[in-house]
């Protein structure tokens, strides 16, 4: 099987419409490229279930703030392809901005409230409304379709799946485990900015997780006294400066006075050239 390299909407319209036609579900893993074992496994996931799988890379402009780093975000398609195609995706749609913003700034954008005030929200402002925006664009250009995204950017995950059910969006919203490296660090594109030092240092997210997820085990109900373990296991490595570090109510990012049920823990922080973020679901009984 080849991979289809796609350009344009209307060729991603077509095939879906034909795929659709033949009893094909879509699978849709939309990215932004450079792509890795995290990718690697959405499109498995999306192969085992549907009967069509379409990657898209997009490095969309309008989630990165000024002074972000899109103008060096990684890129390589030649490898992305090959690393696709290994997957049994069927398609990869790769568009560039003007395919995507034919008119410049978009006049429409797409917010979702609450549960963006927190966190990467709270630190990125716009980020969500961008990633909502482009992601609404892409659920409007593949249509009915399960799209998978994944645990590692927990919040997105959920800012998507809020947004494909308000808007109706004929679009299952399927969530995936994050995949890790042996020592524990999250798979992201961002970890090629990390020279040997930075990269020694950047398993410390993690372990901060592991002392929340260790402290509500150990019967540790309040958030303040768990993000107060986090922090001092994060404060132990001085590569890594603290953006947030938090331990939230799985499904409404709250901070209740007490925990119970499911409980997402997270944290961001900058190790060097690259933000890092990394979360973890812990049950409370
Ligand atoms: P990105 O290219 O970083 O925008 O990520 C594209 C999709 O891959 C998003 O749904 C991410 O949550 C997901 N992803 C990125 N890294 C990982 C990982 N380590 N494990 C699982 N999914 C990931």
Redesign the pocket.
């Known amino acids: 099987m080849t991979v289809r390299l796609l350009r344009t909407i209307a060729e991603v319209r077509a095939a879906h419409d034909e795929a659709r036609h033949a009893g094909r579900t879509i699978g849709l893993?939309?990215?932004?490229?450079?792509l890795?074992a995290?990718?690697a496994?959405?499109m498995d996931a999306a192969r085992a279930e549907c009967g069509s799988v379409t990657a898209t890379i997009f490095v969309n402009p309008l989630q990165f703030a000024a002074h972000e780093d899109l103008s060096t975000y990684p890129r390589d398609l030649e490898g992305d392809l090959a690393l696709a195609k290994a997957h049994g995706v069927d398609i990869v749609f790769a568009p560039d901005v003007e395919e995507m913003y034919p008119s410049g700034p978009v006049l429409t954008t797409v917010s979702v409230r609450e549960i963006t005030a927190t966190l990467d929200g709270a630190s990125r402002p716009g980020h969500f409304d961008g990633v909502a925006t482009v992601v609404a664009k892409l659920f409007a250009i593949a249509g009915a379709c399960r799209a998978?995204?994944?645990?590692?950017?927990y919040q997105?995950?959920l800012v998507v799946s809020r947004m494909a059910h308000d808007l109706s969006f004929p679009v299952t919203v399927v969530g995936?485990?994050?995949?890790?490296e042996a020592d524990g660090l999250?798979?992201?594109?961002r970890n090629v900015y990390l020279g040997p030092e930075d990269r020694a240092a950047a398993p410390a997210l993690k372990h901060c997780l592991d002392a929340g997820a260790a402290a509500i085990a150990a019967g540790e109900r309040s958030p303040d006294a768990i993000e107060a373990t986090m922090s001092s296991v994060l404060a132990g490595e001085p590569r890594a400066t603290m953006d947030y570090v938090a331990a939230v109510d799985a499904r409404t990012l709250e901070r209740p006075a007490s925990l119970r049920g499911e409980v997402r823990l997270l944290v961001a922080a900058q190790v060097g050239p690259a933000r890092l973020i990394d979360n973890l679901g812990v049950h409370a009984d």
């Open positions: 893993v939309p990215t932004m490229g450079y890795h995290g990718h496994s959405l998978y995204f994944g645990e590692k950017d997105q995950l995936c485990p994050t995949i890790r999250a798979m992201s594109s």
